[in-house]
């Protein structure tokens, strides 16, 4: 075994949206970064064929601004055979906008941004273990491919989704919704090529029953055929007839009640957000395995039911099977401050306000077919969901920050997880440059670096 020492300002922990946007504040404002993945590349799940959903409010409002509006105009700049690598932000009645991107072209974007802070990464390396002494955290041990990486720093933040060093040092967390405890299932993300989406668009139209998608999804009028022929930036949720057909002539190897198919910029291609692993535990590595088989099967299985019944996919093939199972949900560790269910109904704003969130709640069940989609107003995010409020030196951005169950199944959207990512990167830096603690950072200064930045933090701005 390999031992290395290291030493850093600022080590993020998960390199999806919420640790790429941390690295990248921390580093802008002056911390010596380290960025720890355990896969090979960055991106986490924006680069599993998703698009940006939550970009804008329910009322049409641009309500991501900062590190997030940088990644997409980066994006929508890159020039490729197909046009350029995103969308522009399509307002929908479903999900408020939806903005695709490239998602392969994605890692290499984010690696470039990263590599221009001087921000050092680590790929392949886990967390086996975190020193805490007297309720602060020292320092966590790294592993990957025979090292053991020794690293201290000022402040830690955990982004890896499952909130897994903030488990190691022993602070609280909830899982699952209210009420139930049941947590959300994942999905197996997977991409078709060959498929003719204007025939599947003009089968809806012939057959408008079959844009039904479900009784608990909140959505405007004008979700329809013609809607997804005005621009191909559409994530089409329907075919609830068919799939309940299929079901009852056991034909149906999935357990949703409808189809959730991504459009993709590149021709030919569409993403699908399908497959549903019911009594899963994304923070278990023998239930998260159980899930993975399942999926791969799943996908082969559903595939051949798309290729039968589905019109437009009568010749499309796997093209790609994302790396890493999807999670929706796992652990959402305690902070300072908590969003809570009732901040985003009464559409709450304050002082500590570092950003808005204005996706709909949505649940998936995981323990079931349905999807519970429900429209809300904008709502601020509190800094205080970044900073634990049991480990010094410990900070939450993404979906395992200080959130109730129904708060982050709107906040857990790759836009507002950047958001609060950004946010907690500043308060990080501020922390280690005036020698205090995160929980003592004066939000009004992360307010305004963030504004500095193109951040938006209230509605009308
Ligand atoms: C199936 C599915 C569909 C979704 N659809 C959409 C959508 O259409 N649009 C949208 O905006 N959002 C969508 N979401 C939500 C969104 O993708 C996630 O909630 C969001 O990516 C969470 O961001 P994060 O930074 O917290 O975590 P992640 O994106 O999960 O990133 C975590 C990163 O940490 C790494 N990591 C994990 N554990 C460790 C460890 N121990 N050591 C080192 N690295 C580690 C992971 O490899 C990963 O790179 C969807 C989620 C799922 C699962």
Redesign the pocket.
């Given at each position: 075994m390999n031992t290395a020492i290291k030493e850093f300002d600022v080590v993020v922990?998960?390199?999806?949206?919420?640790?790429l946007a941390a690295a990248l504040s921390a580093a802008r404002n002056g911390a010596r970064v380290l960025l720890?993945?355990?896969?090979g590349y960055l991106?986490?799940?924006?680069a599993i064929g998703?698009?940006?959903?939550?970009y804008l409010d329910r009322d049409g409002k641009k309500v991501i601004g900062g590190i997030a509006d940088e990644f997409m105009k980066d994006m929508a700049q890159y020039k490729t055979a197909y046009g350029t690598a995103a969308s522009a932000h399509k307002v929908c009645p479903m999900h408020n906008s939806v903005t695709l991107y490239d998602h392969e072209l994605f890692k290499i974007v984010a690696l470039r941004k990263v590599l221009k802070e001087n921000i050092e990464v680590l790929f392949h390396?886990?967390?086996e273990s975190v020193e805490v002494e007297n309720a602060q955290l020292k320092k966590i041990v790294l592993r990957g491919k025979g090292w053991r990486i020794l690293v201290s720093a000022r402040v830690f933040i955990d982004?890896?989704?499952?909130g897994?060093v903030a488990y190691l040092t022993g602070a609280s967390y909830e899982k699952g919704q209210k009420d139930t405890g049941v947590l959300q299932p994942?999905?197996m993300?997977f991409t078709v090529a060959g498929v003719d989406i204007d025939k599947t668009i003009d089968y809806l139209a012939e057959n408008p029953d079959q844009m039904e998608r479900s009784k608990t999804i909140d959505c405007a009028g004008g979700y329809d055929a013609d809607f997804f022929r005005s621009d191909p930036a559409f994530?089409m949720v329907a075919m609830r007839k068919l799939v309940s057909q299929l079901r009852a002539e056991g034909k149906m190897p999935i357990n949703r009640e409808n189809i959730i198919i991504?459009n993709s910029l590149l021709p030919g291609e569409v993403h699908l957000?399908c497959t549903r692993h019911l009594g899963t535990d994304g923070s278990d590595v023998f239930s998260v395995t159980r899930a993975e088989i399942e999926g791969y099967l799943q996908i082969e299985e559903f595939t051949e039911v798309l290729k039968k019944y589905v019109p437009g996919f009568e010749n499309c093939y796997i093209s790609q099977i994302y790396p890493?199972l999807?999670?929706?949900e796992s652990r959402r560790f305690s902070g300072i401050r908590r969003l809570t269910e009732k901040d985003l109904v009464e559409g709450h704003f304050d002082e500590e306000t570092i950003g808005i969130g204005s996706y709909p709640v949505d649940i998936h069940a995981g323990d079931g077919l349905s999807t519970i989609f429900t429209k809300i107003p904008a709502y601020g995010i509190p800094y205080g969901i970044t900073v634990s409020d049991e480990i010094e030196g410990l900070m939450l951005?993404?979906?395992?920050a200080s959130m109730d169950a129904v708060a982050m199944s709107s906040a857990?959207?790759?836009?507002i997880?950047m958001v609060i990512?950004e946010a907690a990167g500043i308060g990080a830096a501020l922390a280690v440059k005036q020698h205090i603690s995160p929980r003592d950072v004066d939000v009004a200064e992360v307010r305004r670096i963030l504004l500095d930045n193109d951040a938006i933090l209230s509605v009308g701005e």
């Open positions: 922990i998960g390199a999806g949206p919420s640790g720890v993945e355990k896969n991106g986490g799940n924006m998703l698009p940006l959903l939550g390396t886990d967390v982004t890896t989704g499952d897994d994942p999905t993300m994530v991504i957000n890493s999807g999670v929706r951005a993404g979906r395992c857990r959207v790759m836009p997880c990512g």
